[in-house]
């Protein structure tokens, strides 16, 4: 086993995880945990690499996100940016909705771990297959001429 030299920096394979003091206070004050009784969506997405996974509801109002609970089963990374995701949507139209990124979650976090990167994407590939079901379930718009 080798040993670290004094002034010598650990990379990513040292394994530590340094969460920055927003990820942090998401993770232990997480923003809108909870389910939604008779959401108009929901969905169920998981990352089986880690074994965490993301349950999202949604409800729409006016054309835009009133209401974005989650429960998620996952690390700090996960609950801290489902959390954030939440933030994020709530008040948007669909489409703005829609047009969220996990690199827009990991960018209003003030970055997170490298390796904790993948989880930063559940809620929002939640949120977009949310709003998918919801969309689907709309009868047809009427044809414009």
């Known amino acids: 086993m080798s040993q670290i030299e004094e002034g010598q920096e650990l990379g990513d394979e040292a394994g530590y995880l340094i969460y920055n003091e927003m990820l942090i206070d998401h993770f232990t004050h997480p923003r809108n945990v909870g389910e939604i009784e008779n959401p108009d969506a929901m969905a169920v997405v998981g990352d089986p690499a880690c074994g965490d996974y993301v349950r999202v509801y949604i409800n729409v109002k006016n054309g835009k996100i009133s209401d974005f609970k989650f429960l998620t089963q996952g ?56 709003i998918t079901t919801y969309q689907s379930s709309l009868p047809p718009s009427p044809q414009r001429g």
């Open 75 to 130: 690390c700090p990374g996960a609950i801290s940016t489902s959390s954030i995701a939440t933030e994020l949507a709530i008040g948007k139209t669909l489409e703005e909705a829609l047009m969220l990124t996990d690199n827009d979650v990991i960018h209003a976090a003030g970055g997170i771990p490298a390796r904790k990167a993948h989880c930063s994407l559940l809620a929002i590939r939640g949120l977009h297959e949310a």
